[in-house]
């Protein structure tokens, strides 16, 4: 399984961008998807997941109600719909697959993207 993030780019706080994860290899579309992101000099942490059928969907505290997390109507495609966006939310974002359920522990998943850095300026 390949993953391919894109998206990330420069907004002023307040603004909106929405991030893009194309999968492929087998059965992607039976893999749970999750967003994961880096700050500099912090740990990766948990932002949200979705199923593999995208009927469930989890979100980190600190994204509720501004982050959409959603699957293409192929399932191989996930996107990130974020909003509202704050200078905390600056970092490199990942998008990650697993075979099994959605989680947001980062050594539940298998496959890994590249990163996409979306920085919010004040």
């Known amino acids: 399984v390949q993953l391919q993030a894109s998206g990330g780019g420069l907004v002023q706080a307040g603004g909106s961008l929405r991030l893009s994860c194309a999968a492929s290899g087998r059965q992607v579309s039976s893999y749970a998807m999750g967003w994961f992101r880096q700050a500099p000099g912090k740990e990766r942490e948990f932002v949200a997941a979705i199923s593999w059928s995208g009927g469930s969907t989890y979100y980190a505290d600190s994204v509720k109600g501004r982050f959409t997390i959603s699957r293409g109507n192929a399932k191989n495609t996930v996107y990130l719909q974020m909003n509202s966006l704050e200078p905390e939310d600056t970092a490199v974002y990942y998008c990650?697959?697993?075979?099994?359920?959605?989680?947001?522990?980062?050594?539940?998943?298998?496959?890994w993207g590249q990163g996409t850095l979306v920085t919010v300026s004040s």
């Open positions: 990650a697959a697993t075979f099994g359920v959605q989680s947001w522990v980062t050594t539940d998943y298998d496959y």
